[in-house]
């Protein structure tokens, strides 16, 4: 199935060249060796071929000229592409985990209880009402000091006389009464604490110097039994700070907590501060090789090493690739091959030069060769380059009508180049390279069959068989 705009360019092309041709669908799928209903569906739009060999079949077939071809390629590319991204889309939705629902926010009453609960095992002692605190709760409200507190904290919790509230103090906090909820974490009893020791601290100061005051009027030892005072409160509310609890006081914690908040934000502004974006790197530039790109169905042959009775009969040009792997055939003579250069992004590629470079060199091989048509001739090359793999150093030399390099390609401009090698005396491997730039970037691409080199070999007075139409089996060529 094509996809979208592309898809729609190409049948368009394609159905313009079979209107103009004046044959009628079931007489161009005779000859394309093509369904009625297939054909019909490429030139609406209702499917795209696999490999571009049917179209070019039937443009040919239409009379289609050198240019229209190349056209009608790049749109075949362009509509390939955008099926490849479509079906990789869908693969990628279907892959994706179903989100789960967004789970409704908890009230806010509701998230306090299960912070305040503690553990029945080892239950948390109730809060000492501070100095100037209102009276405790009931009796059934409060738990035995002996139970659950040790001598200590009953005595850090015991309201000295001197530190009645008075009647110009301040309403005691709701949040220190004895009716308060539930006690909280160990830092609230650490504040508790503090605020006891500075009240008492407060209170003992300021009888420190009404006592020596009265005592002794403005002399001396006035300042030193002060003094003496102010130390001994100043001791006295150090020691129950040292005692408390071990956990951060609030006055330390918020000078804990902002460099874990604070470094996200310096990690998140860190790709802005990037002063340049990266340079392009990798090869710019890619090749989509058909190593079988038939001239037209008769013309192909391939050598096998295997008897012709036990040969299965002959492929169509689609399924040439898949037939000779499997048999391990090798073209023999002469072999045409399509390749198709494609930048990877928006910027120009230059391609300067192209080559053909021999791997290996040897006899013929003693197999025999297989026609893979009968009854439509063999045709000559009319574009593209050829070479002669005979020759000690391989040359490419462009056929009448094809200008030789250096040509340009990028990402929406592709080019299709055909290249036709000749052997009638070697068994040769061989692949293609390409020299290529891009701004200061500069390579070779070497051209091969997804991987594997090219291999032609002759087949020059070797033991030839066909398949005529009709019959079942494999027989001698019949030479007209």
Request: hydrophobic share 35%; proline share 13%.
């Given at each position: 199935?094509g996809?979208?705009?592309?898809?729609?360019?190409?049948?368009?092309r394609?159905?313009?060249?079979?209107?103009?041709s004046?044959?009628?669908?079931?007489?161009?799928?005779?000859?394309?060796?093509?369904?009625?209903s297939?054909?019909?569906r490429?030139?609406?739009?209702?499917?795209?071929?696999?490999?571009f060999?049917?179209?070019?079949?039937?443009?040919?077939?239409?009379?289609?000229?050198?240019?229209?071809?190349?056209?009608?390629?790049?749109?075949?590319?362009?509509?390939?592409?955008?099926?490849?991204?479509?079906?990789?889309?869908?693969?990628?939705?279907?892959?994706?985990p179903?989100?789960p629902?967004?789970?409704?926010?908890?009230?806010?009453?509701?998230?306090?209880p299960?912070?305040?609960?503690e553990?029945a095992a080892?239950?948390?002692?109730?809060?000492?009402?501070?100095?100037?605190?209102?009276?405790?709760a009931?009796?059934?409200?409060r738990?035995?000091?002996?139970?659950s507190?040790?001598?200590d904290?009953?005595?850090?919790?015991e309201?000295?006389?001197?530190?009645?509230?008075?009647?110009?103090?301040?309403?005691?906090?709701?949040?220190l009464?004895?009716?308060?909820?539930p006690p909280r974490?160990?830092?609230?009893?650490s504040r508790?604490?503090?605020?006891?020791?500075?009240?008492?601290?407060?209170?003992v100061?300021?009888?420190g110097?009404?006592?020596?005051?009265?005592?002794?009027?403005d002399?001396?030892?006035d300042?030193?039994?002060?003094?003496?005072?102010?130390?001994?409160?100043a001791?006295?509310?150090?020691?129950?700070?040292?005692?408390?609890?071990?956990?951060?006081?609030?006055?330390?914690?918020?000078?804990?907590t902002?460099?874990p908040?604070?470094?996200?934000s310096?990690?998140?502004?860190?790709?802005s501060?990037s002063?340049?974006?990266?340079a392009?790197?990798?090869?710019?530039?890619?090749?989509r090789?058909?190593?079988?790109?038939?001239?037209?169905p008769?013309?192909?042959?391939?050598?096998?090493?295997?008897?012709?009775?036990?040969?299965?009969?002959?492929?169509?040009?689609?399924?040439?690739?898949?037939?000779?792997?499997?048999?391990?055939?090798?073209?023999?003579?002469?072999q045409?091959i399509?390749v198709?250069?494609?930048?990877?992004?928006d910027?120009?590629v230059v391609?300067n030069?192209?080559?053909?470079?021999?791997?290996?060199?040897?006899?013929?091989?003693?197999?025999d060769?297989y026609?893979?048509?009968?009854?439509c001739?063999?045709?000559?090359p009319?574009?593209?380059?050829?070479?002669?793999?005979?020759?000690?150093?391989p040359?490419?030399?462009?056929?009448?009508?094809?200008?030789?390099?250096?040509?340009?390609?990028?990402?929406?401009?592709?080019?299709?180049?055909?290249?036709t090698?000749n052997t009638?005396?070697?068994?040769?491997?061989w692949?293609?390279?390409?020299?290529?730039s891009?701004?200061d970037?500069h390579?070779t691409?070497?051209?091969?069959d997804?991987?594997?080199?090219?291999r032609?070999?002759?087949a020059?007075?070797?033991?030839?068989?066909?398949?005529?139409p009709g019959?079942?089996?494999?027989?001698?060529?019949?030479?007209?």
């Open positions: 199935m996809s979208g705009a592309e898809n729609e360019a190409f049948a368009a394609l159905k313009e060249l079979k209107e103009r004046g044959l009628s669908y079931g007489q161009l799928a005779k000859r394309l060796h093509l369904s009625t297939t054909l019909h490429y030139c609406n739009g209702d499917a795209l071929p696999a490999e060999t049917p179209a070019d079949r039937l443009a040919r077939l239409c009379g289609a000229d050198r240019a229209e071809l190349m056209d009608l390629h790049r749109r075949w590319l362009l509509a390939d592409a955008a099926r490849a991204a479509a079906k990789e889309q869908q693969e990628a939705v279907r892959a994706e179903p989100r629902a967004p789970a409704e926010p908890a009230p806010e009453e509701a998230a306090e299960p912070v305040r609960k553990p080892a239950p948390e002692p109730a809060e000492a009402p501070a100095p100037h605190e209102t009276p405790a009931p009796a059934s409200e738990r035995p000091a002996d139970e507190q040790s001598a904290e009953r005595h850090d919790q309201p000295a006389p001197e530190q009645s509230p008075t009647p110009d103090q301040e309403p005691p906090e709701p949040a009464t004895a009716t308060a909820p974490p160990r830092p609230r009893r508790v604490l503090l605020a006891s020791a500075a009240a008492l601290v407060v209170l100061a300021g009888g110097i009404v006592a020596g005051r009265l005592a002794g009027g002399g001396d030892g300042t030193e039994a002060a003094k003496a005072g102010h130390a001994a409160a001791d006295r509310a150090v020691t129950p700070s040292r005692t408390g609890s071990e956990s951060p006081t609030p006055s330390k914690s918020p000078s804990q902002p460099s908040r604070t470094s996200p310096r990690t998140a502004s860190s790709p501060t002063p340049t974006a990266e392009p790197t990798g090869t710019p530039v890619t090749a090789v058909n190593a079988h790109a038939w001239e037209d008769c013309s192909p042959r391939y050598l096998v090493h295997s008897d012709h009775e036990g040969m299965p009969p002959p492929p169509t040009e689609g399924d040439a690739p898949g037939w000779a792997r499997a048999l391990g055939a090798v073209p023999a003579g002469r045409r399509a198709t250069l494609q930048g990877t992004g910027e120009t391609l030069a192209m080559r053909v470079r021999t791997l290996r060199s040897g006899p013929p091989l003693a197999w060769a026609i893979m048509g009968v009854g001739g063999g045709n000559v009319a574009e593209g380059f050829t070479t002669d793999l005979d020759a000690p150093r040359a490419l030399k462009p056929l009448s009508g094809q200008r030789d390099f250096p040509y340009k390609v990028s990402a929406s401009d592709p080019e299709v180049f055909y290249v090698a009638t005396a070697h068994d040769v491997t692949c293609l390279e390409i020299d290529w891009s701004g970037r390579g691409l070497r051209v091969t997804a991987g594997t080199p090219f032609t070999a002759p020059k007075n070797r033991p030839t068989w066909q398949w005529p019959d079942t089996a494999w027989g001698p060529e019949v030479k007209g």
